[in-house]
C-alpha cells in the first residue's frame, strides 16, 4: 500500500485542496462554532502538518476559501444552511479580507494560491477550481478541511467527475456531528476516494 500510495501522491501530479480553511469559517468570528470547535481538535493541527509537509515535497497547495458582501448580494439563499447562517449573524468575508484569508495555522506560502467563490455548496461546482488543476498538471487532489457533512462531500464528488484521484485524510478533516463525519468516511467517502490518514500522505512525500 506504502508504495501505490507514493505513486498516487506523485508530487508533481498532486495538489492539497484545502475547503473553507480561513478566518471566517474556522477563526473566532466564525457563524458555524460548532464546526470550528470540531476543526480544533484534529482537523486543525493535522492539516497543517500536512500543508508543511506538502510544500516541502513541492505539492501545490491551494485555499479553496467562500466569499461574501455584507449585503449577502450574490449569495445562495435556497438552503436551510445558507439561511441559518445568515440568521446566526453570518459575517461579511469580501475578497482579501482577514475573514477570507487562510486561518494562521495554515499560513499562506507565496506558493500557494487561493480561489474564492460567492456562491455554491462546496469549492468545485461553478468555480476556476477544475481549470486550475489542469492547468497544473494535476491529477489527484487531496482534500483538507471542512465540512465533510457538505462541502468536501461535494468537491470530492465534483473531482471524482471530472476525472481526478480523491485522497481524504480523515484526520485532517471535520464535520458534524463527530460520529456522523466517521460514518460518512466509511461508507461513502470509501467508495469515491482513497481514505487515509494524515501520517499516510507525509511518509508518502518523505
Not at 26 to 32: K, V
Not at 82 to 90: S, Y
Not at 96 to 103: E, Q, R, T, V, Y
Request: glycine fraction near 10%.
Amino acid at each position: 500500500m506504502a508504495l501505490d500510495l507514493r505513486t498516487l501522491l506523485d508530487p508533481n501530479t498532486t495538489a492539497v485542496v484545502t475547503s473553507e480553511c480561513q478566518n471566517g469559517v474556522l477563526g473566532p468570528e466564525t457563524s458555524l462554532p460548532e464546526l470550528a470547535e470540531a476543526a480544533r481538535v484534529q482537523a486543525i493541527p493535522n492539516g497543517a502538518r500536512l500543508l508543511h509537509a506538502a510544500r516541502i515535497a513541492g505539492v501545490q497547495v491551494v485555499h479553496a476559501v467562500f466569499w461574501r458582501r455584507p449585503d449577502y448580494r450574490g449569495g445562495n439563499t435556497n438552503g436551510r444552511l445558507f439561511v441559518a447562517m445568515q440568521k446566526h449573524g453570518a459575517v461579511a468575508m469580501e475578497p482579501g479580507s482577514h475573514l477570507a484569508m487562510p486561518i494562521d495555522e495554515f499560513s499562506h506560502s507565496p506558493s500557494d494560491m487561493i480561489l474564492g467563490r460567492y456562491h455554491g455548496l462546496d469549492p468545485m461546482g461553478g468555480t476556476d477550481l477544475d481549470p486550475v488543476l489542469r492547468n497544473l498538471g494535476v491529477k489527484t487532489v487531496v482534500v483538507v478541511g471542512v465540512s465533510v457533512n457538505v462541502a468536501l462531500l461535494g468537491l470530492s464528488i465534483g473531482l471524482v467527475n471530472n476525472g481526478y484521484q480523491v485522497v481524504v485524510p480523515r484526520d485532517a478533516v471535520a464535520g458534524v456531528p463527530a460520529d456522523y463525519s466517521e460514518t460518512l468516511l466509511d461508507n461513502t467517502y470509501q467508495m469515491i476516494s482513497t481514505v487515509v490518514t494524515t501520517d499516510d500522505v507525509v511518509n508518502a512525500w518523505a
